[in-house]
């Protein structure tokens, strides 16, 4: 127990820092991802001149690896674009994009699944396009993927670790930091892990209450 | 004016690629009266109905609320040109449509289903709109239930909130599409009393339905389609009483013992 206490616990506040800076990356990148996943989801569904694109970012964002989008994000976009100028900046940017693509393809699948009737009750009162989108399709495709979107958020942190390879100060790279002081890995890395295991749990846990909540509630959402 | 018809049907044809459901509908409907179509699954009736608020845009022919032509307007030179899709959803406020299936949105209460339109699209203040979507609520009996979500709702009540949703807009005519075929027989009967107060009060209706006593009881008057036209109209006393098509006899054969 004596490792365990030296090397985990006394170093309790080196490894929180680190949990935070994950957090934050992941909430950015979760922020960004819905925001991104709908705007490409929305263009590929009702933009007709834009589809095109919109369903190649889709598709390149869901079949590059996430660690080589990284990599691309960090070492390529700022010479091609300028931005983003610096690693943190550049790590929640490639978690966002990845996800993005996966969630616009659930919000596409949610949007289908309104029944038409829904739709066509707010057009017989006068609705436009714009007003049906915003105040019956959305609200209902929020409600329906509310757990695949939190499914998603578990992803994110799950990916989140690699930033810790372009010196983000994530969880992962204080821990690794660690294990290269004393080179004794065993209880680090095994507390590392379960940090992981018991936050992406609570998330998962949050997500399936939500979902029941959402059902006893609205009688929508997936089973 | 008041020889004007609250809804014109003129030359109604609409077509499906190859299909051709409606063959040439018209008919007039006056203001206050009670128009109830009836026939087979398959005839046209609920075609017609979307016909008339434009949820399917008929390929010939016209469908006038209060002389207003719902697919056109003329310029002074008499020259026609379509109407966009804002013009359109201006004139649907008019007309309140009831659905089958209800399609009452299920993020949203009972209230919150029946003042989304007076606030969202007439613009209306909230406390303006709670008002009247409280008064639309209690005409359709339901005023305990204003918090409840559609999923916490039977059959009947969800199809009474969706009346109520159509009658705080304050439409010129109600349109009801079959508003009682997916409900049991008790339920049916809580929604066709609704109804039957909404044509006591003078409502304009247009009703598609299967009901055929209450089509004989409530209707001014009863068409019955028939492939895509007006087969036989009249008085309800007439086209139960004494029906002049073979095919009208027919139909109304396999309802003895619900109407005649």
Partial sequence: MGNWERLVWNQREVLLEGFLVTLHVCALAFAAAILGGLALCLLRMHVRPLRPLATLLIEFFRATPIFVQLMWVNYVWPELFGWPNSFFTAGWVALALQSSGYLAETFRAGIEAVPRGQREAGEAVGMGPALVMARIVLPQVALTTAPAIVNQFTVIVKSSTLVSVITVQDLMFQSQKLVNVWYEPIEILTATAAIYIAFVFAVSACGKRLSDALRRRFGIGSG | ?260
């Fill in chain 2, 1 to 260: 004016m008041d020889d004007m018809p609250a809804i014109r049907a003129s030359g109604i044809r609409k077509r499906f690629g190859e299909l051709e459901v409606l063959r040439g509908v018209s008919f007039d409907v006056r203001r206050g009266s009670v128009v109830s179509m009836i026939g087979a699954s398959g005839s046209g009736k609920s075609t017609l109905l979307r016909c008339i608020n434009r949820l399917e845009a008929p390929t010939e022919g016209e469908v006038y609320i209060d002389g207003v032509p719902m697919g056109f307007v003329e310029d002074r030179g008499g020259r026609r040109r379509a109407r966009s899709l804002a013009e359109i959803n201006r004139l649907r406020r008019d007309l309140g449509m009831v659905f089958q299936q209800f399609n009452l949105w299920p993020h949203m209460t009972a209230l919150g289903n029946v003042i989304e339109a007076p606030m969202r699209v007439r613009g209306l203040p909230r406390a303006e709109a709670v008002a009247l979507g409280e008064a639309a609520l209690e005409q359709v009996r339901l005023a305990e239930k204003r918090d409840a979500y559609p999923a916490h709702l039977s059959g009947g009540q969800q199809q009474r909130v969706a009346i109520a949703r159509a009658l705080a807009m304050q439409p010129k005519a109600m349109l009801f599409d079959e508003a009682t075929s997916s409900l049991d027989p008790e339920l049916t009967e809580e929604v066709l009393a609704v109804m039957r107060d909404l044509a006591q009060r003078g409502t304009t209706m247009i009703v598609v339905t299967h009901e055929m006593r209450f089509a004989r009881e409530v209707s001014d008057e009863v068409m019955f389609l028939h492939d895509g036209v007006i087969e036989e109209s009249g008085p309800p006393g007439q086209v139960f009483g004494a029906p002049r098509s073979e095919r009208c006899r027919q139909f109304l054969s396999k309802f003895i013992g619900q109407a005649r």
